[in-house]
T-cell receptor, first 111, second 113 residues
Framework: SQQGEEDPQALSIQEGENATMNCSYKTSINNLQWYRQNSGRGLVHLILIRSNEREKHSGRLRVTLDTSKKSSSLLITASRAADTASYFCATAAFLAQKLVFGQGTRLTINP | DTEVTQTPKHLVMGMTNKKSLKCEQHMGHRAMYWYKQKAKKPPELMFVYSYEKLSINESVPSRFSPECPNSSLLNLHLHALQPEDSALYLC????????????FGPGTRLTVT
C-alpha cells in the first residue's frame, strides 16, 4: 500500500513567497526523503531526514519530521521560477526493502 | 561523477519489436533500480539489483527482462510490449538499498505503437 500521501496535490504561488508541502505516511520508517522532478525528467534528491531527527535544513529548504503524527513537511523559502516542479516524498520503512513514493505535489511559481 | 546516464532518451517501438534500455553509473553504488512512471504519477518500482543480483521484482510482466552485466551497468530488455507500457522509464542507483538516497537518470521516454 502507498506509504506517502502528499498535500496539496497542486500549489501555485507568486515568486518570492514561501511554499509548504506536507507528506503523511502509515508505518514506522527509517528515514524520509524528498525529491524534485522537473517536467519529464529524472528525480533529484533534495534532502533525507532520519527517524530520530526533527528538522533539517539545506539552503532554502527546511524539512520537519513528526514521527508521532507520521508526517513531514517541506518548506521552500523565497521561491523562484526555477522551483517550479513536482515534489515527492519517499519513505524507507524498517521492514521494507524499497522506497515508496507519495503521489507528489505539483508546484508552480508565477513570476 | 554523480551522474546516472540512460540511453536512449526516446524510443518508439511496435508491439512485436525487441529493444533494450541501458543505464550506467560510475559512483560505485551497489544497488540499482528500474522504475516506471506514468504522467502525473509517482515512480513505480519495477526491479532492484543489489550487488549485481536481482533482489526485488515487483511482479513485473515477463515482457520486461532486467539484466545487470556488472556493477556499473543495468539493462532492461523489452519484448512484445503493449501500448499501456508507454511511459517514462527511470533508472536509479544508491550506495545500498532502502536507507540511502537514490540518484536518478534522466529517463527514457518509451512509446509503444
Amino acid at each position: 500500500s502507498q506509504q506517502g500521501e502528499e498535500d496539496p496535490q497542486a500549489l501555485s504561488i507568486q515568486e518570492g513567497e514561501n511554499a509548504t508541502m506536507n507528506c503523511s505516511y502509515k508505518t514506522s520508517i527509517n528515514n524520509l526523503q524528498w525529491y524534485r522532478q522537473n517536467s519529464g525528467r529524472g528525480l533529484v534528491h533534495l534532502i533525507l531526514i532520519r527517524s530520530n531527527e526533527r528538522e533539517k535544513h539545506s539552503g532554502r529548504l527546511r524539512v520537519t519530521l513528526d514521527t508521532s503524527k507520521k508526517s513531514s513537511s517541506l518548506l521552500i523559502t523565497a521561491s523562484r521560477a526555477a522551483d517550479t516542479a513536482s515534489y515527492f516524498c519517499a519513505t524507507a520503512a524498517f521492514l521494507a526493502q524499497k522506497l515508496v513514493f507519495g503521489q507528489g505535489t505539483r508546484l508552480t511559481i508565477n513570476p | 561523477d554523480t551522474e546516472v546516464t540512460q540511453t536512449p532518451k526516446h524510443l518508439v517501438m511496435g508491439m512485436t519489436n525487441k529493444k533494450s534500455l541501458k543505464c550506467e553509473q560510475h559512483m560505485g553504488h551497489r544497488a540499482m533500480y528500474w522504475y516506471k512512471q506514468k504522467a502525473k504519477k509517482p515512480p513505480e518500482l519495477m526491479f532492484v539489483y543489489s550487488y549485481e543480483k536481482l533482489s526485488i521484482n515487483e511482479s513485473v510482466p515477463s515482457r520486461f527482462s532486467p539484466e545487470c552485466p556488472n556493477s556499473s551497468l543495468l539493462n532492461l530488455h523489452l519484448h512484445a510490449l503493449q501500448p499501456e507500457d508507454s511511459a517514462l522509464y527511470l533508472c536509479a542507483s544508491s550506495q545500498g538499498e532502502r536507507r540511502y538516497e537514490q540518484y536518478f537518470g534522466p529517463g527514457t521516454r518509451l512509446t509503444v505503437t
